[in-house]
């Protein structure tokens, strides 16, 4: 009976730690594979822009901002430095709801540079962004926060992507700003970005990238599709819906927005416990992209790249402690479990120690990477409670960032 048991629980174990390690390394050796038995029979089409700037596209700069007073002038600064004929860009900010200064700053110090449309009623970033969508007639829209700054190319880049036809989408890339004073949670989250930007530009190369970032993305906006109002992650169920119309999203790595990282943990967590409750909602409101023999490729890098790190990976990663020691206490291989065991003890240990290090504001690289890996999972379980408390709410509460 123990050996049935044991036999049991060593198979889930496996499987469980296999699950694990292809959620977060194992995808990324088997997309990088793929890309590059891929591109050695089928080459990179090289494209241009028009040759003279008045072929170019008109666009706009969509701003959504909530209670944005404090970088309001920063952010327009940056966007008036943009390579792109002024004729050709327009400016909008969507403001519902703020009750700051972020109207009389825009309507005075910038009035005739950008169009602002405002009402009083807050309903979520998304239901601002549908609302706001209406009243834009350019060709091509590019979406910014309101606190992100964006690269001096950045417009001609994401319109050299859309000279391909098939591109419905172009993901910026985004851009942790760690300063020497930042913690754990700039440090963590520069690291995490810099691996999460590896594999969408893998992915964009395979077949499409997996999803936008809403500090900088564009769509065609015949594709724009009005969203549920209480949708959390509007920037990621937007890409992969235009998708799932037979269009591909581009990566492009030249155009790129720089945010601080989070004041500190307590901030992060805000972040990482909406972006993986509004993973849950995305998951069920995706559903269809789960069917391979619809959606092929596609499917393989939407489930292997964010369904499991949002639905059964953490689960399984937290399952393994417990696993190996009732493995051990069945009459497992003392040795081979226990060596297993011992490795998991030093990982938790280390995330444990780069906690402790974060609360005191020392840095240290080499412990945020398991912490901050924790630190990730953790909030997707939590996830699980604020996606049901924020059912039918599209208002979510700002993140604090680090200061400048």
Known sequence: MNETMTLCLEIIFWLALFVVFYTYLGYGI?????????????????????????????????????????????????SLELDYPADKLHIVWVTDG????????????????ATVHFQPLRQGKTAAMTRGMTLVDTPLVVFTDANTMVNREAIREIVLAFQDPKVGCVAGEKRIAVQAKDGAAAGGEGIYWKYESTLKALDARLYSAVGAAGELFAVRNELFEAMEPDTLLDDFILSLRITMKGYTIAYCTNAYAIESGSADMREEE???????????????????????????????????????????????????????????????????????????????????????LSTKQIKNKLLFIPYYFLFMNVNVLKGIRYLKKKKGSGAWEKAKRAEK
């Open 270 to 356: 805000k972040r990482k416990v909406r972006i993986a409750a509004g993973g849950l909602q995305s998951i069920w409101r995706l559903r269809p992209l789960l069917n391979p023999f619809r959606y092929g490729i596609l499917s393989f890098q939407y489930t292997s790249h964010r369904v499991l790190r949002w639905s059964i990976t953490p689960f399984l990663l937290f399952a393994l402690f417990p696993l190996n020691i009732a493995i051990l206490l069945l009459g497992g291989s003392t040795i081979f479990y226990g060596v297993l065991l011992a490795m998991q003890v030093l990982f938790y240990g280390l995330g444990y120690w780069g906690y402790y």
């Open 30 to 78: 088997v997309l990088y594979i793929l890309v590059k038995l891929k591109e050695l029979f089928v080459k990179p089409v090289k494209r241009s822009l028009p040759a003279s700037d008045a072929d170019l596209p008109e666009v706009t700069l969509f701003i959504t901002a909530f209670n944005e007073e404090d970088v309001v002038d920063e952010k327009m600064e940056n």
């Open 98 to 113: 703020s009750d700051d200064g972020t109207n009389e700053r825009l309507q005075t110090r910038w009035q005739g540079k």
